[in-house]
């Protein structure tokens, strides 16, 4: 971290103003070399300078240079931001003076590296910041808002305290000996506190689905026998001709897809290739992808034919979508019942006809329902919300709950210790703290570059 790094910060393109960010302790001194106006050296921090980036005595674009001296800045370190007119070739030519002059070029997420790795922030806040970039609706846009003001690190800080407090008495009971019974006590006094962290835990990650449904949306599945109508109702829910609709059984074969926003939360949509048996190659490949996307998918959207009895085909799916979360859409209901639904056995049951556009708010509501979205959107906005950090604290649980059985075993305090330290572990590497050096580079390296 000892090099002064620099980046493009806005997107590559034409706009109307571009920045170059450029952070580390020669910051100011390699801007100034290019720089025509104030000596950067003895301006006061936090001070925007009008001037010109030159090269030898060459004008090359007029500019705003934003000189924030450490500790105060995004990284922790020295920080220059140059704004200049947004042109490609000027903005490139002056990164290229940079370098020129002693900057490295900056790696994808650096300048949040840096910020962790100053401990200006921990990992979930600097994952909260591609959070912010990526969002794609307001609600996971507050959600990532949250985690970056470190509501969420609080979360597992806190747990991190309650386990520490374990741990020191646990501590003074081994360096304490003499007292009579200390075993007895301590087992006492600690099983009532684990309880309470597990619970607290298991509510967490309870929440972070929650959390990864704001964050990821619903992978939304439209299943069923070919001419059922699905292609029909993604068109409803898309307010578009997006899927080609025929008579033809075996229409759609790859699948299509479209994303609408229900109560905030975002639905990707997915159209099938309707499920039969089939000589064609191409339709087998689709029919196959739609099977298979049946596991991956968090809804199920099972289309069935009023007009047309059940047939063997659809039992078998039946049984596979029975397992997921799903929704039984009766479809083309303008046409005489010959589908004998009371047999089915299936739940959450939509009458629609997709082409007299009847029953999509039904349908929309059932959603809501079914994952509480009208709840979301009550809620604090506090969760986990990435698989790294569940993942951890789902291991961290396991942890306190073989410590939890421990006790009940009647095993010494120092067994029942390692547990709790190693929990304890993984909560802090949740926050970043001890994190392995290749995991960190390719945590970072899906940032975009200059942030
Ligand atoms: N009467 C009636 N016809 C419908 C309804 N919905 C769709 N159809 C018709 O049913 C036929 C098949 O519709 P699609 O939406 O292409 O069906 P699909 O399930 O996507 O079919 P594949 O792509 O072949 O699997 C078309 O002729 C539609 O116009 C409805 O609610 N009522
Ligand atoms: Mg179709």
């Known amino acids: 971290m000892d090099d002064t790094i620099a980046a493009i910060s806005t997107s590559s393109g034409v706009g109307a103003i571009s920045i170059i960010r450029v952070s580390g302790k020669d910051s100011i001194q390699i801007v100034n070399k290019i720089f025509k106006g104030k000596n950067l050296n003895n301006v006061k921090t936090h001070t925007i300078n009008y001037g010109y980036i030159v090269e030898k005595e060459k004008k090359i674009d007029e500019v705003l240079v934003t000189v924030m001296k450490a500790p105060k800045t995004f990284t922790a370190e020295d920080t220059v931001e140059i704004n200049c007119h947004g042109g490609i070739i000027t903005t490139k030519k002056i990164l290229e003076l940079l370098i020129l002059n002693g900057c490295r070029l900056a790696e994808p997420g650096e300048f949040t590296k840096r910020a962790y790795l100053n401990e200006r922030i921990d990992l979930l806040e600097a ?48 360096d304490y000996p003499e007292y009579e019974d200390i075993e007895v006590l301590t087992n006492d006094k600690i099983l009532p506190k684990l309880e309470e962290i597990k619970e607290e835990m298991k509510d967490i990650i309870k929440n972070s689905e929650e959390g990864k449904l704001i964050k990821e949306g619903i992978n939304t599945a439209i299943i069923g026998r070919p001419n059922v109508g699905k292609s029909s109702l993604l068109n409803l ?29 975002i639905l990707n949509i997915l159209d099938t290739a309707g499920i039969r048996k089939t000589d064609n190659i191409v339709e087998e490949i689709g029919v196959k992808k739609s099977i298979e996307l049946i596991d991956k998918s968090d809804l199920i959207l099972f289309v069935l034919n009023n007009n047309e009895q059940l047939t063997e085909e659809e039992m078998n799916i039946m049984e596979k979508v029975k397992e997921k979360k799903y929704i039984t859409i009766i479809n083309k209901c303008d046409l005489e019942n010959k589908l004998e639904i009371e047999k089915l056995n299936l739940k959450n049951i939509i009458y629609m006809s997709t082409l007299n556009k009847e029953g999509i708010i039904e349908l929309k509501n059932k959603i809501i329902e079914i994952y509480d979205l009208e709840e979301i959107e009550n809620n604090d906005m506090t969760y986990l919300n990435n698989a790294r950090s ?33 929990s304890c572990t993984k909560l802090n590497e949740i926050l970043g703290e001890n994190y392995n050096e290749n995991l960190l580079n390719e945590l970072f390296s899906n940032f975009c570059l200059g942030k």
């Open 127 to 174: 994952e909260a910041v591609m959070d912010i970039i990526n969002s794609k609706t307001e609600k996971s846009l507050s959600l990532a808002i949250n985690q970056l003001s470190g509501n969420t690190s609080n979360l597992i800080n806190k747990l991190k305290e309650k386990e520490l407090k374990i741990l020191s008495n646990i501590e003074v009971n081994i």
């Open 237 to 265: 829910l898309l307010e578009e001709e997006k899927a080609i609709v025929t008579d033809i059984e075996g229409t759609t074969r790859d699948i299509i897809e479209g994303k609408i926003v229900l109560n905030g939360i």
């Open 390 to 422: 569940i993942a951890l604290l789902k291991e961290s649980l396991n942890l306190v709950e073989n410590a939890i059985k421990n006790i009940k075993n009647a095993f010494p305090i120092d067994i029942v210790e390692i547990d709790i330290k190693e």
